[in-house]
T-cell receptor, first 115, second 111 residues
Framework: DVKVTQSSRYLVKRTGEKVFLECVQDMDHENMFWYRQDPGLGLRLIYF???????EKGDIPEGYSVSREKKERFSLILESASTNQTSMYLC??????????????FGSGTQLSVL | SQQGEEDPQALSIQEGENATMNCSYKTSINNLQWYRQNSGRGLVHLILIRSNEREKHSGRLRVTLDTSKKSSSLLITASRAADTASYFCATDYPGTYKYIFGTGTRLKVLA
């Protein structure tokens, strides 16, 4: 089965630090996503990558950037972490954009706390 | 916001009972999917229903879709303690790559 691996399960950072969240998938999926999940707000899309070096902003990209240099790896970068970025971050992948209804495969999530 | 709404927000039932949760959305969709999330973990895909389908079954899961009301329901029959989790609906729309997730229903099944 597809495996989506997020590098850290829990992360504690200080305000102003640069933070890297890494995600790797092992099934040659073209599309990768970063979501954040907050109580009562569900999942909100931060960034989407439909192929290597290709990216599109999601609904809440402010304060974040992404990098996809290799197909299997999608990194989320918090340039200067702030307390309002404390959240659960979920990475997901799917086969390709062109097919309607492809399911998402999720990593286990990274719970980030910014102090 | 295009975000879907789910109700109830929380549901507590006894083992063996059926659990029903509902999802409403705002615009025409291609498909609707249901996902499950165990506490503090990632989401796992359960079932997909296409916009031209009205009902779909998978094991103890039954999903219905009413496009005229822009709503879907997920029924879990003969629930088990292991079904305790949060359940999310996700919709995708024509012309967009996005999947819009609902706010989720927290299900607790008491043994």
């Amino acid at each position: 089965d597809v495996k989506v691996t997020q590098s850290s399960r829990y992360l504690v950072k200080r305000t102003g630090e640069k933070v890297f969240l890494e995600c790797v998938q092992d099934m040659d999926h073209e599309n990768m996503f970063w979501y954040r999940q907050d109580p009562g707000l569900g999942l909100r899309l931060i960034y989407f990558s439909y192929d290597v070096k290709m990216k599109e902003k999601g609904d809440i990209p402010e304060g974040y950037s992404v990098s996809r240099e290799k197909k299997e790896r999608f990194s989320l970068i918090l340039e200067s972490a702030s307390t309002n970025q404390t959240s659960m971050y979920l990475c997901a992948s799917r086969r390709f954009r062109g097919r309607v209804g492809e399911k998402l495969f999720f990593g286990s999530g990274t719970q980030l706390s910014v102090l | 916001s295009q975000q879907g709404e789910e109700d109830p927000q929380a549901l507590s039932i006894q083992e063996g009972e059926n659990a029903t949760m509902n999802c409403s959305y705002k615009t025409s969709i291609n498909n609707l999917q249901w996902y499950r999330q165990n506490s503090g973990r990632g989401l796992v895909h359960l079932i997909l229903i296409r916009s031209n389908e009205r009902e779909k079954h998978s094991g103890r899961l039954r999903v219905t879709l009413d496009t005229s009301k822009k709503s879907s329901s997920l029924l879990i029959t003969a629930s088990r303690a292991a079904d305790t989790a949060s359940y999310f609906c996700a919709t995708d729309y024509p012309g967009t790559y996005k999947y819009i997730f609902g706010t989720g229903t927290r299900l607790k099944v008491l043994a």
